[in-house]
């Protein structure tokens, strides 16, 4: 589709436009003769063209482009008028941060609007309505997109357009509520959607037909704790497990008719809605939540039972609870194989914070166990019963993961006295120890020791050259910048050296880490373009992908090599060359994501060249695959896998591919879970 072959009756100009567009993409623009060739190709008579073109503008994330993308929206083409309006919320990406002018913002909220007026396609409008909803930059303006939504959902009938409203009042909500609280007009018509759509004439029954405008809606709806009991007994009754799962969300408010969804959420068929039951207990403080956890322990799904050991670590008062604990953690049948030990990490966790007194008989074992995951436990347990001994011992690990959680316990149970732990760290070659040793060393009282080592791990940084190291150097440079100590002993800044040099801008929430993470960073510009090359594009323009993961099976992705090429072309060579065979899922989040793909098994050690972002219009539903980042440009070739829709990450997370079959294989994947290798499948 990309760079079809045209007849010999035919040009071939437009597929040599096609891959100048996205070369100039991947470089992001940095001169004008780049941006020449995309504003160029946006007026090309090849749709695939011009499309491309529109979408590259808008990835650009430049306000600046915004007159350049207007005229695309009086495109003949729906597909690219729809590109268009998508493109104009990517361009003021910042409207989030309030970085961008709201006159900007009026702007292009002016020109959606005069669109819907004349827009007869419905994929168009529902690009628009959802476009509306996260562009809003003040208040003032989320006061005006709500009018359109609320209007547009009165009348709006086709699935598509529907889909549109419901994703705008999603973002709308999530992104604009500490601004503006949706007025009872607005709650009424997102009510209304959470229910199930009655029979179309002349058309069965299908309760999957809006299944994404009711969960978004509902979204929505428990974003802005505005749920009231009728719609929480429809989202109860849904028949799909995601609303369901969205209804104990909802429920934890804690009226009387959330305690009965809580209860009746424990035995849902559905392990998503029995996990975010157990989770919802917790966040209401519902006096049944001990008995109920101790009884999920048993769930014949594993994840269900993590989550619910992990609750009990809130309940010291209960003797049926600390028993159940100190039953697993010494028995060694729970710590015997690589998928039998995570029962037994998530009790020694909770154990220390529910009966801390119980915990020190336990933690020897674990201190020296021969699988690294369950030392990295055993100091996250140390850190939580103050066991600065052991914190030290485990500082001194052999796997850098365990020498990370040791620190970052020792920086807070023994602060500054640890010091000479801290600098020892900075000696390691992993990322992690090293950001997590400078974050320790900062502000200590002992500079004379702490700055020689510091500026030598940021020198042997810089030497390697490598873009992933950006979250050591970053560390370093901030802790030597609080001791007013330069980078370099020279006097001068050493960072610009490396090939990527980072700086931390707004921060937002992420798929790569557990809390916030930077939204974008300040890089110097590098021609990547080599990477992009229509003989690869024309191979993989169908490719499939089949992961096998050992011990559990295999499942299929198909890759979006039309949505994202760049990232697309990265992991099929990266996969080709057996780069993933062998790494783990290092990171499971019930009910959010799995990631992995790391070489040091963690989230800062990945491919070394940055790759660049693609968001596109394909949303992070559940089985879509996306490049896990720390910030705009800094995906490391690391993946994560969407196990529940996640409207937050759209538009900020490249997704470049879907899970086709084999989503019961992902269900199953628990941390440290091996990739046995990654198959490319081209037609």
């Known amino acids: 589709m990309l760079l079809a072959v045209h007849s010999t009756a035919q040009t071939p100009r437009p597929a040599v436009t096609r891959l100048a567009v996205l070369q100039a993409e991947n470089r992001r623009a940095p001169a004008a003769r780049d941006l020449a060739v995309i504003r160029a190709a946006t ?46 919320g990517q361009s003021l990406e910042d409207t989030k941060s309030g970085a961008a002018s709201p006159t900007i913002a009026n702007t292009v909220i002016d020109a959606l609007i005069t669109r819907l007026s004349v827009e007869a396609e419905a994929s168009v409008r529902g690009a628009i309505f959802e476009t509306l909803g996260r562009t809003a930059a003040t208040a003032v303006h989320a006061e005006r997109v709500e009018a359109v939504l ?53 058309r069965p029954f299908d309760p999957s037909r809006d299944v994404r405008v009711r969960r978004l809606a509902l979204e929505a709806l428990v974003t802005a704790d505005a749920v009231d009991d009728a719609t929480l007994g429809r989202a109860l009754d849904d028949p799909d497990p995601q609303v369901r799962r969205l209804a104990m969300r909802a429920a934890a408010a ?32 519902a006096a049944a939540l001990c008995s109920a956890a101790v009884t999920a322990a048993a769930d014949r799904d594993p994840q269900v039972a993590l989550v619910a050991l992990d609750q009990l670590a809130a309940c010291g008062a209960s003797p049926d609870a600390v028993a159940l604990l100190e039953r697993i953690v010494s028995d060694p049948a729970n710590v015997g194989s690589p998928r039998e030990w995570h029962r037994a990490a998530h009790a020694l966790v909770a154990l220390a914070g529910s009966s801390p007194d119980k915990l020190a008989a336990a933690l020897g074992p674990f201190a020296t166990s021969l699988i690294w995951q369950l030392r990295m436990y055993a100091a996250r347990a140390a850190t939580i019963v103050r066991d600065a001994m052991l914190l030290e011992k485990l500082a001194a690990d052999d796997e850098d993961n365990v020498r990370e959680a040791a620190i970052e316990g020792l920086a807070k149970v023994s602060g500054h006295s640890a010091d000479p732990v801290y600098v020892r760290q900075m000696n390691r070659t992993g990322y992690q120890i090293l950001r997590a040793a400078a974050a320790a060393l900062a502000g200590t009282p002992n500079p004379d020791a702490a700055v020689p080592a510091l500026r030598a791990a940021h020198e042997r940084l810089v030497a390697e050259g490598r873009d992933n190291s950006h979250d050591g150097r970053a560390a370093i440079e901030k802790t030597l910048t609080d001791l007013r100590a330069p980078a370099a002993a020279d006097g001068h800044a050493s960072s610009g050296a490396a090939r990527s040099p980072v700086t931390p801008a707004v921060a937002r929430s992420g798929a790569h880490t557990t809390g916030a993470a930077v ?147 992902i269900d199953q994947v628990l941390e440290g879970d091996v990739i046995e290798k990654i198959e490319i499948v081209v037609k």
Do not use: C
């Not at 008579?45 to 929206?73: K, M, N, W």
């Not at 024309?538 to 295999?554: F, H, S």
């Not at 993933?580 to 040091?600: A, D």
């Open 150 to 202: 609320v209007d547009a959902a009165a009348r709006e009938a086709t699935n598509d357009g529907r889909l549109g409203i419901a994703s705008g009042f999603e973002a709308l909500v999530r992104l604009r509520r500490r601004e503006h609280a949706p007025q009872a007009a607005a709650i009424t018509a997102m009510r209304s959607m959470v229910s199930v759509s009655p029979p179309v004439a002349r």
């Open 43 to 88: 007026h090309s008579d090849d749709p695939q063209t011009a499309r491309i073109a529109v979408r590259a503008l808008g990835r650009l994330e430049r306000p600046s482009l915004v007159a350049d993308i207007l005229p695309s929206l009086k495109h003949p083409l729906p597909e690219i008028r729809a590109e268009a309006a998508n493109a104009l």
């Open 254 to 285: 804690g009226s009387p008719a959330a305690t009965g969804a809580l209860t009746a959420g424990l035995t849902d068929p559905s392990s998503m809605v029995r996990i975010e039951a157990l989770r919802a207990m917790q966040s209401s403080r």
């Open 519 to 665: 939204r974008s960073v300040t890089r110097e510009p590098r021609d990547d373009s080599r990477d992009l090359n229509a003989d690869d594009l024309r191979r993989l323009a169908a490719a499939r992908a089949l992961v096998t993961m050992r011990g559990i099976g295999t499942f299929e992705l198909v890759l979006f090599t039309w949505e994202a090429p760049a990232s697309v072309l990265r992991f099929t060579r990266l996969a080709e060359a057996g780069y993933y065979n062998g790494l783990t899922f290092h990171r499971v989040v019930p009910n959010f994501v799995i990631q992995g793909g790391s070489p040091g098994a963690n989230e800062y050690i990945g491919d070394a060249t940055f790759m660049r972002d693609e968001v596109g219009q394909w949303p992070h539903v559940r089985g879509a695959v996306g490049i896990s980042t720390r910030g705009r440009d800094t995906g490391d070739a690391q993946i994560f896998i969407d196990l529940v829709d996640n409207p937050r990450l759209n538009h900020e997370y490249t997704v470049f591919a879907q899970v086709l079959n084999g989503m019961d294989v």
